[in-house]
């Protein structure tokens, strides 16, 4: 069968489209038959590679991936060959305190599909029956790989860590991202207002109709001095923050009294440059986020399956082209998801 394989981190090279044995499932696995791969910002890092961290090379990437079940481990139960299933990125223990508190994001053995282990970017892949979840029948494959890991990284950031309310306002940085277009559909869907960035002038009006309250294109203008104007002054409450160095200290200089910024990543650099006294003086929060609880995840499908959250999709390819897709996402040119599709060029 065919699947991408990362043997060593690089450019677009390090892609490979290549010929693999089908897996097979270990007794508490099921084998997928994969019908489509989301693509996140996960996977171009696993291809680059980061500085301190160690990928167990060579990998197939892909944590977000939707399928049928063709295969059963002996010791599965409750699933059947022939469901639809949809792949839980995170993989954990099971056993340890955070895992039978329901926090089996912060279990000590936690890892990432197509990061820690083997992921979906393939045409069979092997999957813990734990992580296969049922999908819907309103879901198709492709709206069924799109949006697991964005809106599961979301909700932790927004609902769990930042326990956002209704009328609270909110600052969502790099409106295409994934992970900021499911982030504005849940803080509107919890009554909060949204005032957007975008480094695009295109992507403005498709923020908008996204559901953002005002959306800011910053290579016209100063979100900071935006921001100060949509909160009023009360200030922000509550900061999205994924970008990084480029944008955090106007993060901070947003917030009013009590606010709280929440980031999940650092794609423009990793060093934070801020004047603490502002942190203290105002009661400013800086939690950190990494994906979320399974339970919630479950959550977000039913949410999804009623149309009251959508991931926004930006375009679906076939899965050999995935350094086309690798090479848009680090142009900025994408708004929402890309979606591989195995065979989808046949």
């Known amino acids: ?41 996960l996977d171009t890092w696993v291809r680059r590679g980061v500085p301190g961290h160690t990928f167990p090379l060579p990998i197939v990437p892909g944590c977000d991936f939707a399928g049928e079940i063709v295969g059963l481990g002996s010791a599965v139960r409750g699933l059947t060959v022939g469901q639809r299933v949809l792949a839980a990125p995170g993989t954990s223990c099971g056993l340890c305190p955070a895992c039978q508190d329901g926090d089996d994001h912060l279990c000590p053995r936690y890892g990432v599909l197509g990061e820690a282990s083997d992921g979906g970017c393939r045409e069979r892949a092997t999957l813990p029956a734990v992580n296969a979840l ?18 599961l990284t979301a909700w932790q950031m927004l609902v769990r860590r930042c326990a956002l309310r209704e009328g609270e306002t909110l600052l969502v940085h790099a409106a295409g991202a994934g992970v900021s277009t499911a982030a504005i559909q849940i803080a509107k869907l919890r009554g909060a207002r949204v005032i957007a960035t975008t480094g695009s002038p295109e992507k403005v009006e498709r923020a908008l109709a996204l559901g953002a309250d005002e959306v800011v294109d910053t290579t016209r203008d100063d979100f900071v001095r935006r921001a100060r104007a949509f909160a009023g002054r009360k200030g922000i409450d509550v900061v999205f923050e994924h970008v990084g160095e480029a944008t955090f200290p106007g993060s901070l200089r947003c917030l009013g009294r009590g606010g709280r910024v929440v980031t999940c990543g650092a794609t423009t650099g990793p060093v934070l440059t801020a004047d603490l006294r502002h942190v203290f003086f105002k009661n400013l929060s800086i939690l950190g986020s990494t994906m979320g609880r399974r339970g919630d995840l479950v959550r977000l499908v039913d949410l999804v399956a009623r149309g009251l959250l959508r991931p926004v999709i930006d375009r679906v390819l076939p899965l050999e082209a995935v350094r086309e897709a690798h090479a848009l996402l680090a142009e900025r040119s994408v708004f929402g998801k890309i979606v591989l599709q195995p065979g989808a060029s046949s």
Do not use: S, Y
């Not at 049922?134 to 809106?151: M, R």
């Open 1 to 41: 069968m065919k699947a991408v394989v990362i043997r060593e981190h690089g450019d677009l090279d390090a892609l490979q489209f290549v010929d693999v044995d089908e897996p097979v499932p270990a007794p508490d696995e099921v084998l997928v038959d994969v019908r489509a791969i989301g693509l996140n910002h």
């Open 134 to 151: 049922p999908i819907p029948d309103a879901l198709d494959f492709v709206t069924a790989a799109a949006f697991p890991l964005t809106f």
